[in-house]
């Protein structure tokens, strides 16, 4: 049976990174035997400037018949000024809203390889293998009233953040689970002593952990974790939070890494899971081949592994990313901590290569 994946490029170097995954896709499909179609769509600020709208409605139907879709990444300086409905980061929040993408997933890997390119010391980073896995369609982001009125004269701004306890119990279904083919330990991350919504955020998440016995949960203030992020990263198997603070936590542990160049997710939910690398549009080095698209080639693997079931695919991508970095080869942004540095398409190159030979190999 033939699968059809979503290409969205979107803005900046998400069209390079994209090019780069579509090699392997193409590959994988030949392969296996898989019949993968792909369809390439505009996105985002791309999408502004040839349809004065962030995503069309039939590019998220789409979408919406895809089994799953690639997002490069969307937005840019160029966007700043225009109206809170027509930035291109709206495109990004329809989608989630309207694929029912509620649970995210961010896996966290420092490579041995890679120890010393992170800012921490090699010691402190070393063993890092952690998931955050973040509420998508609640919280601050999507919660009502939102916006900006007058109010005696001066300019106010209103976000609310909301949640229900069915938004907690699936997530936090989510997190429990995967921890189970983990190391077993949740630690949810709230602003209980605060919040309201982080009080019944903590008071469900502790219900739902009475059904995994097996499974340790361990509640922390998000200030705390911030600060234990880069204290004793080590600690943390899965990481349970609301949406923004989810944002945030990941960027952060994404440096752990070296750079946030190295950071895949995976966005699920009721309809096709979509995915995509954490790092922007980087509009600076736009067109200048030197983008690392090694985020978005991971993000190819959780794709095979979650939307088209296909573990082995999965393997092949991320042996093949371990094995290049422990060659010496790198893009520009860790060439630092790199014997050989590859433009964009010579590192999309590699990984091919490399999946070949392993593949020859088996």
């Not at 769509?41 to 349809?51: I, K, T």
């Not at 119990?169 to 983990?182: K, L, S, T, W, Y």
Request: glycine share 8%; hydrophobic share 40%; net charge negative.
């Amino acid at each position: 049976m033939s699968k059809r994946i979503v290409l969205l490029p979107g803005d900046g170097i998400g069209v390079e990174v994209v090019r780069e995954a579509k090699k392997i896709i193409d590959y994988l499909s030949e392969r296996y035997g898989m019949e993968i179609r792909t369809g390439t769509y505009l996105a985002g600020g791309a999408s502004l400037e040839n349809c004065g709208e962030p995503v069309k409605d039939e590019v998220v139907e789409a979408c919406k018949k895809s089994d799953a879709v690639l997002l490069g990444a969307v937005g840019g300086p160029r966007w700043d000024d225009f109206p809170a409905d027509k930035r291109p980061e709206k495109a990004l929040l329809r989608l989630r809203k309207e694929l029912g993408l509620y649970n995210n997933l961010r896996p966290v890997t420092v490579f041995d390889s890679l120890k010393d390119a992170s800012p921490l010391r090699p010691e402190v980073v070393d063993g890092v293998d952690l998931l955050v896995v973040r509420e998508l369609t609640g919280g601050l982001y999507f919660g009502q009233p939102k916006g900006i009125s007058e109010e005696n004269g001066t300019e106010v701004g209103v976000d609310t953040m909301r949640y229900s306890v069915p938004e907690i119990e699936r997530i936090a279904v989510a997190a429990f689970e995967a921890a189970r083919g983990r190391r077993k330990k949740v630690t949810s991350v709230d602003k209980a002593n605060i919040l309201a919504s982080s009080q019944l955020w903590r008071k469900t998440v502790a219900s739902i952990a009475g059904n995994y016995p097996d499974v340790t949960l361990e509640n922390m203030l998000v200030d705390n974790c911030a600060m234990q992020l880069i204290r004793n990263p080590s600690q943390f198997d899965v990481i349970l939070t609301e949406n923004m603070f989810g944002d945030i936590l990941s960027d952060e542990a994404a440096m752990l890494t070296g750079s946030i160049g190295m950071l895949p997710s995976a966005s699920l939910g009721d309809g096709p899971g979509m995915y995509e690398p954490v790092h922007g549009s980087a509009p600076d080095i736009a067109g200048q081949d030197i983008a690392n698209p090694l985020a978005t080639l991971a993000s190819v693997a959780l794709m095979f592994r979650y939307s088209l079931n296909h573990e082995q695919a999965a393997r092949d991508i991320e042996s093949a990313i371990s094995k290049v970095l422990s060659d010496g080869y790198n893009c520009k942004d860790m060439s630092r901590h790199a014997r050989h540095v590859l433009s964009t398409s010579e590192m999309g190159d590699k990984i091919l290569e490399t999946i070949k030979t392993t593949g020859d190999s088996k």
